[in-house]
């Protein structure tokens, strides 16, 4: 992890403290295998977009490629065995919070800095595993649990993750967390 995410990440878990949060690290109950991820995602990417084929040259190139190769992904028993499998890493996490009494997990948001706006929609960056800009939420994708990203610096954010049926006190934790203790990171072009 980049150290400059290292470093606001400690900063976070200080201000949860600060607030009175107890912060523990525990370990994951589980974590999805990336091809369920794709099985999943380009599944239903290809699913809806296949009907607009005839309008793909209209697409931005990155989102082009994503979409040509979710065409590889009509095994029906393919998609199934990943939902099962998803399901049951879902399960997981909700008996997880329940067994250690957790509300919110904290992470960093990614795992490396933001790229640049506006680069990286070329062909050759296509979204998927190894992509770091993916790397920490799509877990939670797979999961369906609600998730609160707040910034901490212009470039670094964190999130902060629920159970299922847990966003109204996840809002109001990142509410809190971001009104009484990060602040609002100001804006290093600003004057």
């Known amino acids: 992890m980049n150290e400059e995410i290292s ?7 200080r201000a949860c403290e600060r607030l009175g949060a107890r912060v523990v690290e525990l370990p ?8 369920d991820l794709s099985w999943v995602l380009m599944a239903e990417v290809w699913a809806y977009h ?3 084929a005839d309008r793909h040259h209209l697409y931005r190139e990155q989102i082009a490629e994503f979409i040509e190769a979710a065409r590889n992904f009509t095994d029906a028993q393919g998609y199934l065995a990943a939902q099962v499998r998803r399901a049951q890493g879902t399960a997981a996490w909700e008996a997880w919070f329940a067994e250690h009494g957790v509300d919110a997990v904290l992470e960093p948001t990614l795992p490396v800095l933001p790229l640049v706006r506006g680069v990286g929609y070329e062909r050759g960056h296509p979204a998927g595993p190894g992509d770091p800009l993916i790397a920490l939420t799509a877990l939670w994708d797979m999961t ?12 670094v954010g964190m999130s902060l993750i629920a159970p299922r049926g847990r966003e109204a006190p996840l809002t109001q934790i990142a509410i809190d967390l971001q009104e009484h203790a990060l602040g609002i990171p100001r804006d290093p072009l600003a004057q």
């Open 50 to 52: 296949g009907a607009y």
């Open 28 to 35: 994951a109950p589980w974590t999805f295998d990336w091809e």
């Open 144 to 155: 369906g649990m609600p998730v609160a990203s707040l910034p901490v610096t212009w470039s």
């Open 7 to 13: 470093r606001e990440f400690d900063e976070a878990v």
